[in-house]
């Protein structure tokens, strides 16, 4: 056993989460270890320095492992290093994005989505910790912000994979709305997937479903949509580094597709 398999053991007890159920009882209970994909097998910790190219395999490939590291591990640097790519995937997709009006969108779009998508976790973290400890779960408030971490920079790895479908559509039309609702399109698969780890994390280290979780979800998904509306243009013609008059995210869409 090579130190790296060691970690987590020689430093006094370490977490482990409770046995999977012999029965289900109840629906949710017969969900919790359909939610697991593969969690029980990968929870271990990560291999070596946690390097971004590692905590990015690791998200895509075994995210249990990122996971073992937040609530048992090398929580601060694991944590540090999912921001850091959240930011540096965000800044890549915002420079994607300003392609399609040029000037200084090419730098101030990717300073709004990275900043914009940091903040917007950054606002929904304590509901996400309050609602998570009502829903009966054992986390600190570090580990939950861990875990959050780790949702906002899987949705920007994906973002980043659709970054060339994306500029291929930038530089064929001039449509501002359809390239908007496109940009949204790909931000909601990649929501999906990043809130989807979050709630089979949190399902993992609990052994039960926290269903309230489902109106944290609607919550954080309004407060990022809300806040590309403050941002805004993200997609149009820059207008100057104050922000625009507000307007509510529904009432700016509905306008812009008209």
């Given at each position: 056993?090579?130190?790296?398999?060691?970690?987590?053991?020689?430093?006094?007890?370490?977490?482990?989460?409770?046995?999977?159920?012999?029965?289900?009882?109840?629906?949710?209970?017969?969900?919790?270890?359909?939610?697991?994909?593969?969690?029980?097998?990968?929870?271990?910790?990560?291999?070596?320095?946690?390097?971004?190219?590692?905590?990015?395999?690791?998200?895509?490939?075994?995210?249990?492992?990122?996971?073992?590291?937040?609530?048992?591990?090398?929580?601060?640097?694991?944590?540090?290093?999912?921001?850091?790519?959240?930011?540096?995937?965000?800044?890549?997709?915002?420079?994607?994005?300003?392609?399609?009006?040029?000037?200084?969108?090419?730098?101030?779009?990717?300073?709004?989505?990275?900043?914009?998508?940091v903040l917007s976790a950054l606002i929904c973290l304590p509901s996400l910790y309050i609602f998570s400890c009502l829903s009966g779960a054992d986390q600190s408030f570090g580990h939950v912000a861990g875990l959050l971490a780790q949702t906002v920079?899987?949705?920007?790895?994906?973002?980043?994979?659709?970054?060339?479908?994306?500029?291929?559509?930038?530089?064929?039309?001039?449509?501002?709305?359809?390239?908007?609702?496109?940009?949204?399109?790909?931000?909601?698969?990649?929501?999906?997937?990043?809130?989807?780890?979050?709630?089979?994390?949190?399902?993992?280290?609990?052994?039960?479903?926290?269903?309230?979780?489902?109106?944290?979800?609607?919550?954080?998904?309004?407060?990022?949509?809300?806040?590309?509306?403050?941002?805004?243009?993200?997609?149009?013609?820059?207008?100057?580094?104050?922000?625009?008059?507000?307007?509510?995210?529904?009432?700016?869409?509905?306008?812009?597709?008209?």
């Amino acid at each position: 056993m090579n130190k790296h398999e060691q970690y987590g053991q020689s430093g006094g007890p370490s977490y482990a989460p409770p046995p999977l159920p012999a029965t289900a009882a109840g629906h949710k209970a017969e969900q919790a270890p359909k939610l697991m994909n593969g969690f029980e097998e990968h929870y271990e910790a990560v291999a070596g320095t946690l390097t971004l190219g590692r905590v990015i395999e690791a998200l895509l490939k075994a995210p249990a492992r990122i996971v073992h590291e937040i609530v048992e591990g090398r929580s601060a640097r694991a944590t540090a290093m999912l921001l850091a790519v959240t930011v540096g995937c965000m800044l890549i997709y915002g420079w994607i994005m300003g392609t399609f009006s040029g000037g200084h969108q090419l730098w101030v779009v990717p300073a709004k989505t990275a900043t914009g998508l940091v903040l917007s976790a950054l606002i929904c973290l304590p509901s996400l910790y309050i609602f998570s400890c009502l829903s009966g779960a054992d986390q600190s408030f570090g580990h939950v912000a861990g875990l959050l971490a780790q949702t906002v920079a899987l949705t920007g790895i994906l973002l980043v994979g659709f970054a060339p479908v994306a500029w291929i559509f930038a530089q064929s039309t001039n449509t501002v709305a359809f390239m908007g609702f496109l940009h949204l399109l790909f931000w909601g698969v990649g929501s999906y997937f990043g809130l989807r780890l979050l709630w089979t994390a949190l399902t993992f280290l609990n052994r039960r479903v926290l269903g309230i979780l489902w109106l944290w979800n609607l919550i954080f998904i309004a407060v990022v949509l809300q806040m590309t509306t403050t941002l805004r243009p993200l997609v149009a013609k820059f207008e100057g580094f104050e922000l625009q008059e507000k307007k509510g995210f529904v009432v700016h869409w509905t306008e812009c597709m008209r």
